[in-house]
């Protein structure tokens, strides 16, 4: 069952330029994890928001949480050509589980 | 400083052979996990193993079974592929619940 869906399914954008995906989900979360995804490569985590927390900076990426309205956006800012990738987002939802569950993707192209 | 590694990178098989995947991590993680990406349907959880001697069904386990065989290893059996088992997979690992997982760079397995 899909609990995460990102949006947009994909992205273009010039580099230098920021880059916004949006993620949302169904149930009550303990905390949510974006990824990164290279072509032909494996995923790569990226950063982890607790469901206490509303926004994290890491470098070059700011992530928001709203758990009101079962939200979460990943902000690249200043994008350069290596940020192309897919990017997901996975929650594990509420219950112990170990099981995360993750979006289908938003595609980034950063055109140089 | 290897992380976690998948052999086969790729294999060809015919419908009806049996094939088994491995995974190793050196990252003393507890858990592991295998995943399926097909276009379009991001990635869907086959089997996973919370700790050492445990193992549970994910999403999508039909037509595959599992074996934890210590901390490190982590196999995916195939007994009969089919054309449907078509797809990349990727083993993952996290230390514990609800943490990030760790990838492979995937298992590219085409099934005649």
Redo the contacts between chains.
């Keep these: 069952s899909q609990q995460g869906e990102e949006d947009p399914q994909a992205l273009s954008i010039q580099e230098g330029e920021n880059a916004t995906m949006n993620c949302s989900y169904k149930t009550s979360i303990n905390n949510l994890q974006w990824y990164r995804q290279n072509s032909g490569r494996g995923l790569v985590h990226l950063i982890l928001i607790r469901s206490n927390e509303r926004e994290k900076h890491s470098g070059r990426l700011r992530v928001t949480l709203d758990t009101s309205k079962k939200s979460s956006s990943l902000l690249i800012t200043a994008s350069r050509a290596a940020d192309t990738a897919s990017y997901f987002c996975a929650t594990p939802p509420q219950g112990g589980s170990e099981k995360l569950v993750f979006g289908k993707g938003t595609k980034l192209t950063v055109n140089p | 400083n290897a992380g976690?590694t998948q052999t086969p990178k790729f294999q060809v098989l015919k419908t009806g052979q049996s094939m088994t995947l491995q995974c190793a991590q050196d990252m003393n993680h507890n858990?592991m996990?295998w995943?399926r990406q097909d276009p379009?349907?991001?990635?869907r959880?086959i089997y996973?193993s919370?700790s050492e001697g445990t193992t549970d069904k994910?999403?999508v386990p039909n037509g595959y079974n599992v074996s934890r065989l210590n901390k490190r290893e982590f196999s995916l059996r195939l007994e009969s592929a089919a054309p449907s088992q078509t797809s990349v997979y990727?083993c993952?690992t996290?230390g514990h619940?609800?943490q990030?997982?760790?990838?492979?760079?995937?298992t590219r397995l085409s099934i005649l």
Excluded: K, R
């Excluded at chain 2, 379009?40 to 990635?43: D, K, N, Q």
């Excluded at chain 2, 990030?100 to 995937?106: A, E, L, S």
């Design positions: 976690v858990s996990y995943y379009g349907m991001g990635l959880l996973y919370a994910g999403e990727f993952a996290s619940l609800n990030p997982q760790h990838f492979g760079d995937g």
